[in-house]
C-alpha cells in the first residue's frame, strides 16, 4: 500500500521534479536539512512529502547514519490514509498543529525491520512490526501512569514538526514496534493504530453487552467501533 502510493506519487512528479528538488534544497526538514546535491546512499529513502496546502511531493529524505539507541529501521510495507493526513493536505492545519515546513504525511502503518540499533534486543532484523505512531516524552504524570497518549510532549507521526510514516524507511523506537502474527499481514497489522481507536472509545464509554449505543457515520473509524462494540447476550448466545 505505501509502496503504491509512493509510486503514484512519483510518476505524478517526474515533469517537476528538477523544479521541486531545487525549491526544496534550501527549506528545513524535520529530519535536518536537504542538501542541495544528494549523492545515492545505501538508505534511499523516497517518500510523501508535504510542503503546504495542495502540496505533496514525492521526494528523497535523508536518513541517519547511524540508529539511536533503541531504535529500529522499519521498511514500510503498508500505510494507512488517515483523514488527518488529507485534512493536512488540503487545509495545511488541525486545530494548533500548522504544516509550517516539509513534512512526509502518514501515521499508520506497518513494515519489516531492516537495522537494529544499539541495545535492541526485543528484535531481530526481519520481524514483521505494527508500528505505533506516538512516543511519549516518558517525564510527565501522565506518561508514567500509563496514559502516555495524554503525553502534552509527544512526538506523534505526522503532526507538525515531526515527519510521518509514508517513507520508504522510519526510525523508530523499538519499544513503539509490535511484532505481528504469522497469520496477520502488513495491511492488516497497519489497521492496529486505527483499531486502538475504536477500542479506546468502546473503553472510556463503557460499552458491554445489552448497552445501546449510537455510532455516527460509517468510515473506517466508525467500521471499527462498531467491530469493538460487544454483541448482546442473546446474539453470543444464538
Known amino acids: 500500500m505505501a509502496l503504491n502510493c509512493l509510486r503514484a506519487l512519483q510518476r505524478g512528479a517526474h515533469s517537476r521534479l528538477a523544479a521541486s528538488a531545487a525549491a526544496s ?8 536539512a536537504l542538501p542541495e546535491q544528494v549523492e545515492p546512499a545505501v538508505w534511499r529513502n523516497p517518500a510523501a512529502v508535504l510542503h503546504g496546502v495542495n ?28 483523514g488527518s493526513d488529507v485534512h493536512y493536505w488540503k487545509k495545511g492545519r488541525i486545530a494548533d498543529f500548522v504544516v509550517t515546513g516539509p513534512m512526509v504525511i502518514g501515521h499508520e502503518s506497518a513494515g519489516t525491520v531492516v537495522e537494529l540499533g544499539p ?35 509527544i512526538r506523534f507521526f ?47 464509554a463503557g460499552v458491554c453487552p445489552g448497552k445501546n449505543v449510537a455510532i455516527i457515520g460509517a468510515g473506517p473509524i466508525g467500521l471499527i467501533t462498531l467491530l469493538m462494540t460487544p454483541p448482546p447476550p442473546h446474539a453470543a448466545q444464538g
Open 55 to 82: 502540496d505533496l511531493r514525492f521526494e528523497d529524505v535523508p536518513m541517519p547514519d547511524r540508529l539511536t539507541d533503541g531504535y529500529v529501521r522499519v521498511e514500510m510495507k503498508a500505510v494507512g490514509i488517515c
Open 25 to 32: 534544497s534550501s527549506r528545513s526538514y524535520a529530519t535536518g
Open 119 to 153: 541495545g535492541v534486543t526485543t528484535l531481530k532484523i526481519g520481524d514483521r512490526v505494527a508500528v505505533e505512531p506516538g512516543v511519549p516524552c516518558w517525564h510527565n504524570k501522565a506518561s508514567r501512569e500509563g496514559r502516555y497518549n495524554l503525553c502534552p510532549d
Open 158 to 204: 505526522a503532526t507538525p514538526p515531526h515527519h510521518g510514516s509514508l517513507a520508504q524507511y522510519v526510525d523508530h523506537p523499538a519499544d513503539f514496534c509490535f511484532p505481528l502474527a504469522p497469520n496477520l499481514t502488513h495491511e492488516e497489522g497497519a489497521m492496529a493504530e486505527p483499531l486502538s481507536v475504536g477500542v479506546h472509545a468502546c473503553r472510556r
